[in-house]
């Protein structure tokens, strides 16, 4: 029996190297969207801690220069806040750039192993045709040297 080859094995090869780089591309774009939203979370936290502080510094003795840094700190860190969102943002969108591009890729995989199955079953079925021609001719041939080994007895 002959060996099946795929001529475009080696693109199949590509692709799925392809879609490997891919995935790794869409993992390093995950994990800098949950560094930005760990981040962000970091900042509301900081944010809250702030405001905690405000409201004790203004139940207590009444420093004004206490409750003027505090009041800073919380305008900064809202800022700050406003920017981190907007990187979070930046950060979603990358990924889902990523997934798109993953998706493409794992479609394109997904084309090149269907040819290469199409091209695997019709390999087989000439296989299979050619075995049966070959049976076919044995079995003539087989058939017919007993015609004549029976006609050539009878003489």
Do not use: C, P, W
Not at 3 to 18: A, E
Not at 63 to 75: A, H, P, T
Not at 91 to 103: C, F, I, M, S, Y
Not at 109 to 124: C, I, P
């Amino acid at each position: 029996m002959a060996r099946f080859v795929f001529r475009l094995q080696s693109v199949l090869n590509i692709k799925l190297r392809l879609e490997e780089q891919q995935k790794l591309s869409f993992a390093a774009a995950r994990r800098r969207l949950d560094d930005e939203e760990l981040k962000l979370a970091g900042l509301m936290d900081r944010l809250s801690f702030y405001e905690d502080e405000g409201r004790h510094l203004r139940d207590s003795n009444l420093v004004l220069q206490d409750i003027l840094d505090n009041e800073e700190s919380i305008v900064r860190i809202k800022e700050y806040i406003v920017d981190q969102r907007q990187a979070v943002k930046r950060a979603e969108d990358a990924l889902e750039e990523e997934r798109l591009k993953l998706v493409e890729a794992i479609k394109e995989r997904k084309m090149y192993e269907k040819l290469r199955e199409k091209a695997f079953e019709e390999f087989m079925a000439e296989e299979n045709h050619k075995e049966g021609v070959e049976n076919d001719e044995h079995n003539s041939f087989v058939y017919s040297r007993r015609q004549l080994e029976a006609t050539g007895a009878d003489r």
